[in-house]
C-alpha cells in the first residue's frame, strides 16, 4: 500500500503541474485522435485507482478504521454509503454488476441474521442434540473432525456457531444413530421452513 501512497502523490504533483500549466498558456485545440487516446488513458488509469480504492478500504478495515471513519475520506455522507462503494467497487463473479454485489451482500446478512435468530430462539434443543453428539463413542473416524467442531462449538456462547458443526455430523449418524439423525433432521428443518401464520 506504501506504493500505492507513493503514485497517488506522484498522480496528485501531476494533475497540480498540468493544472498550472493550462491556464498558464493558451488554449490549443487537440485533434480528435488525441483526445480519444487522453480519454482511454483515463479510463485505464480510473479502472486502477478504483482497484487501489477497494485495497485501501481493505487496509484501513483491518487496521481497525470503521465504515463511519471511511464516509469522509471517500466524500460520502454515511458508513451505510461507504461500505455500499466498497461493496460496489470489490471484485465479484463475472457478469455482476456492482449493485448486485451490493444486494448479494445484504440478502447473505439477513440470511445470516434471520438464522442466527432461529438459533437463539431455540439454543438449549441445539445444545441438547449437539451434547448427545458429542458424546457419542461408536462414530467412524472420519467423523472425528466434525466432532471436534461441535464440541468446541459447545463452548461458544453464541448458540449459531453449533448449526454448521451439527450439519457437519448429520451424515455419521443415519447409519448407526437415526433416531439421533431424526431430531437432528427435524431441529434444523424448522430453521428453514417458512413462519406459520399468526
Not at 3 to 18: C, K, S, T
Not at 139 to 151: F, N, V
Not at 158 to 166: S, T
Request: hydrophobic residues 40%.
Amino acid at each position: 500500500m506504501l506504493a500505492a501512497a507513493a503514485a497517488l502523490h506522484a498522480i496528485d504533483v501531476a494533475l497540480h503541474a498540468a493544472r498550472q500549466e493550462t491556464s498558464d498558456t493558451p488554449a490549443a485545440s487537440p485533434g480528435a485522435e488525441q483526445a480519444l487516446a487522453s480519454l482511454l488513458l483515463l479510463r485505464q488509469v480510473r479502472e486502477q485507482l478504483a482497484g487501489w480504492e477497494t485495497g485501501l478500504i481493505e487496509t484501513a478495515r483491518r487496521a481497525g478504521a470503521s465504515w463511519a471513519d471511511l464516509a469522509h475520506p471517500l466524500g460520502v455522507a454515511s458508513r451505510q454509503a461507504a461500505e455500499r462503494r466498497y461493496l460496489r467497487g470489490r471484485p465479484g463473479p463475472a457478469g455482476t454488476t456492482g449493485e448486485q454485489r451490493v444486494q448479494a451482500t445484504r440478502e447473505r446478512r439477513a440470511a445470516d441474521r434471520t438464522q442466527a435468530e432461529w438459533a437463539r430462539r431455540n439454543a438449549a434443543d441445539l445444545r441438547r442434540v449437539a451434547g448427545q453428539i458429542t458424546a457419542l463413542t461408536d462414530l467412524p473416524t472420519a467423523a472425528r473432525d466434525p466432532l471436534g467442531q461441535l464440541h468446541a462449538a459447545l463452548a461458544h456462547n453464541d448458540p449459531a456457531d453449533l448449526i454448521h458443526p451439527l450439519n457437519a455430523t448429520r451424515p455419521y449418524l443415519a447409519t448407526t444413530h437415526p433416531d439421533l439423525a431424526a431430531q437432528l433432521d427435524t431441529l434444523t428443518g424448522t430453521a428453514t421452513a417458512p413462519p406459520s401464520p399468526g
